[in-house]
C-alpha cells in the first residue's frame, strides 16, 4: 500500500506537520514569552510597591497630619533624617528616590535621596518630568502609576505612589528602578521568539518548495500517465499492426511460396521446350541418316542388290545411330537431373556438357563457338545446376543474337583462376545490354525476348542458383561488343 | 504645537546626546544674534567651539554672554553680563543667570527668570515662554 503512495504527497504531508507544529510551537512561545515577561514585571512592580509603601508610611508617620512641604520646610532635621531613609534605598537599581510635590503647572522637590552632589535637588526645587501628564494623572486618580522609559543603557520604570492624607494627594513618591534583568529576559525572549520566527519562515519555505516541488511533480506525473496511456493505445495499436502484419506475412510467404512453385513449374516447362527443341536438333541427324539407310534398303530391294552383307552393313548402321539417340536421351536426362548433394567437378566438365548439348543448334545457326578454358582446379558444387545456368547463358546469347541478326555472331566461353576464386565469363558479339534495363534483368519476370515469348525467369533462376545454392556471384557487363555474364565461385 | 516642539527638541537632546542643537536653537534666538561671543567654563569649550552660532572667547570682556558653571575665578565685572548656565546652582547663585539648561534625575531641565531677561531686554520666542518664571 506504502509503494502505491506518491512521494510527492508524503513530502506534503511532512512539510503541512511541520509548518503546523511550528506554528502551534510560535504562538506557544508567544503566550509563553508574553507570560514570562509580564510576571518578571509584576514581579518587580509588587516589590516596588510593597517598598513604596513602608517608604509613604514611615514619611507619614514621621510628618504627622501637617502638611508635609510645611512640616519639612520648617524642620530641616526632619527632612535630612528622611532622606537619610530614603538613601538607605538607593542602590544601583533604585536609582532615584525622591519626593515631589504639585507647584502650579511643575512640581518641586521635597525630599530627594540622591548622594551625588550635582543631582541632589534642593528642597522646593522646581521640577519638570518629560510625561507630566502621567505624573498630574496620579494626583487625579490617586492610584500607584508607573511607566516605561529608556536611557542610553538600560530600560527604566518610573514608579510613581501617590503620599495620601485625608482623601488628599499631597505628594508624590517617585522611585525610579532600573529592569535591566526584565530587559535581558525579554531582549532573550524576543532573540528567541525571532529564532521562532526564522524558523516558522523557514517551515514556510520548505512548505512553499515542497509545495511547487509537488506542483511540478503532480504535472509530471499527469504528463507521464497521458504519456503512459497513449503508450498503451499505441502499443494495442502497434500489437494490432503487429498480428495483422504477422497474418499478411504468413499470406504473403504463402503466396511467395506459391509463385515460386509456379516459377520453378515455368521454369521447368521452358527448359523441357529448351530440351525438346535441342533433342529435335540432336536426333535430326541421326533420325535422317537412319531414313536414309531405310530408303537405301528399299532402293537396293527393288534393284535386286540387297544382300546379306548390305543388309549388315545397314541395320549395324541403324543400330549405331539408335545408340546415338538412346545415348543423347542419357545425355539430357543427367543434365537435368537434380544434384542432392555437392560434388567434385571443373569448368571443362561444366562448359563441355553444356556445349555437348547445344552445340549442334549454335552451329545450324552458324553461332561460333570460342572456347578460352584456362581454368583446370577442381571445386566442389552443384554441377548439373551449374551446367543449366552455362545452357541459359548459352541459350540467352544465342537469342541475342539471332534477334539482332549479328553478322558472324559468337558466343566465347571463357574460364580461369585467381587466388582462391574460378571464374566463368560467357559473353557474344550481340550489342550488349541497354544501360536502362541492365539492373533489372536478373529480376523475376524481367524479359526483352520479343520474338520468343520469354519467361522472364531463367536469368533470376540462374543468379538464385549461383549466389544461394553455390554461395558465388553471377553478375553482368557490357564489353565493347555485347555482353558479358561473369560467374564466379570460390574454393 | 509648541509643547510638542519642546518635548521634540528635548526628546531630540536627550536621545541624541546633543546639547549643542538645544543650546544653538535656544540662545541665538533670545539674542537675536546669529553669532553670539560666548565666555564658557572649561567643560564647555571643546563642545561650543564645534557651533557655526558660537565664538568662543578667552577674555570674558569680550563675550555677549557667559555660558556654563562656576564662575567663582572670572573678573567681577564679568558677572554683570547675562549667564546662561549648565546647573541648577549656578543658575541659582548669580543674579545675572537669565536660563539654564541641565539635568535633573536623567530628564532635561530648561528654565529661565523672566525678571532677569526683561533686564537685559532679551525676550524670549513664544516657543520658550513656557518655561520662564
Avoid at chain 1, 552451329?363 to 545452357?391: C, G, M, P, R
Wanted: glycine share 4%.
Amino acid at each position: 500500500m506504502i509503494k502505491n503512495i506518491k512521494l510527492s504527497y508524503i513530502f506534503n504531508f511532512f512539510a503541512i506537520l511541520l509548518l503546523v507544529g511550528v506554528y502551534i510551537l510560535n504562538i506557544s512561545f508567544e503566550n509563553t514569552k508574553h507570560i514570562v515577561s509580564q510576571k518578571s514585571l509584576h514581579s518587580e512592580i509588587n516589590y516596588t510597591i510593597d517598598l513604596s509603601n513602608n517608604i509613604i508610611e514611615h514619611i507619614k508617620d514621621e510628618v504627622g497630619k501637617e502638611n508635609i512641604y510645611d512640616v519639612l520646610e520648617k524642620d530641616e532635621y526632619l527632612k535630612k533624617h528622611l532622606e537619610s531613609f530614603l538613601q538607605t534605598f538607593n542602590t544601583n537599581r533604585y536609582k532615584y528616590i525622591y519626593v515631589v510635590q504639585k507647584a502650579g503647572n511643575e512640581f518641586r522637590f521635597l525630599l530627594d535621596a540622591s548622594k551625588n552632589v550635582e543631582d541632589k535637588a534642593e528642597f522646593g526645587e522646581l521640577y519638570t518630568p518629560l510625561e507630566i501628564s502621567k505624573w498630574n494623572d496620579v494626583y487625579k486618580t490617586k492610584k500607584i502609576s508607573y511607566f516605561s522609559h529608556k536611557d542610553d543603557e538600560t530600560l527604566w520604570i518610573t514608579f510613581i505612589n501617590p503620599i495620601v492624607k485625608n482623601g488628599q494627594v499631597e505628594a508624590l513618591l517617585i522611585l525610579d528602578f532600573s529592569i535591566k534583568e526584565y530587559a535581558f529576559i525579554v531582549e532573550a525572549l524576543n532573540k528567541l521568539n525571532g529564532n521562532f520566527n526564522y524558523t516558522l519562515m523557514f517551515s514556510m519555505a520548505v512548505f512553499m518548495v515542497i509545495v511547487i516541488f509537488s506542483y511540478v511533480d503532480y504535472k509530471r506525473e499527469r504528463e507521464r500517465e497521458k504519456i503512459k496511456i497513449e503508450l498503451q493505445s499505441k502499443n494495442k495499436q502497434l500489437q494490432y499492426a503487429k498480428k495483422y502484419l504477422q497474418n499478411r506475412v504468413k499470406e504473403e510467404v504463402l503466396k511467395s511460396r506459391e509463385k515460386d512453385a509456379q516459377m520453378v513449374e515455368q521454369s521447368r516447362l521452358a527448359q523441357m521446350g529448351e530440351m525438346i527443341s535441342m533433342i529435335a536438333h540432336q536426333w535430326r541427324q541421326p533420325l535422317a541418316a537412319i531414313g536414309s539407310v531405310g530408303n537405301s534398303l528399299i532402293i537396293k530391294s527393288q534393284l535386286g542388290t540387297l544382300n546379306s552383307d548390305v543388309v549388315e552393313d545397314l541395320a549395324s548402321k541403324v543400330v549405331a545411330y539408335s545408340k546415338h539417340l538412346s545415348s543423347t536421351i542419357d545425355d539430357f536426362r543427367n543434365f537435368f537431373k537434380e544434384n542432392k548433394e555437392k560434388t567434385k567437378t571443373n569448368y571443362d566438365e561444366i562448359v563441355n556438357s553444356s556445349l555437348s548439348i547445344v552445340e549442334a543448334a549454335l552451329s545450324s545457326k552458324d553461332i561460333k563457338i570460342i572456347k578460352e578454358l584456362e581454368s583446370k582446379k577442381e571445386f566442389v558444387s552443384y554441377a548439373n545446376e551449374l551446367k543449366q545456368v552455362v545452357l541459359n547463358l548459352v541459350k540467352n546469347a544465342e537469342d541475342v543474337l539471332i534477334e539482332n541478326s549479328v553478322k558472324e555472331p559468337y558466343i566465347k566461353i571463357k574460364t580461369y583462376d585467381t587466388e582462391n576464386k574460378h571464374i566463368l565469363e560467357v559473353s557474344d558479339n550481340g550489342g550488349g545490354i541497354p544501360d536502362e534495363i541492365i539492373d533489372k534483368i536478373f529480376n523475376p519476370y524481367f524479359s526483352t525476348k520479343k520474338k520468343k515469348d520469354g519467361t522472364g525467369l531463367g536469368l533470376y533462376m540462374s543468379k538464385t542458383i549461383v549466389d544461394e545454392h553455390c554461395d558465388g556471384s553471377l553478375s553482368v557487363s557490357n564489353s565493347s561488343v555485347g555482353a558479358v555474364f561473369k560467374i564466379v565461385l570460390h574454393d | 504645537m509648541q509643547k510638542l516642539l519642546i518635548i521634540l527638541l528635548l526628546v531630540v537632546v536627550t536621545y541624541a546626546s546633543d546639547e549643542l542643537k538645544i543650546y544653538e536653537r535656544v540662545l541665538p534666538a533670545i539674542f537675536k544674534m546669529n553669532k553670539l561671543k560666548v565666555f564658557v567654563s572649561k567643560d564647555l569649550e571643546s563642545i561650543l567651539s564645534k557651533s557655526k552660532h558660537f565664538v568662543v572667547v578667552n577674555d570674558c570682556n569680550d563675550a555677549d554672554i557667559l555660558f556654563g558653571r562656576g564662575f567663582s575665578k572670572i573678573k567681577k565685572e564679568c558677572l554683570k553680563k547675562p549667564i546662561f548656565a549648565t546647573n541648577y546652582i549656578t543658575f541659582k547663585t548669580y543674579i545675572n543667570s537669565f536660563g539654564a539648561f541641565y539635568w535633573r534625575k536623567a530628564r532635561p531641565q530648561l528654565r529661565f527668570k523672566q525678571e532677569i531677561l526683561d533686564k537685559f531686554h532679551l525676550k524670549l520666542p513664544n516657543s520658550l515662554r513656557k518655561y520662564a518664571r
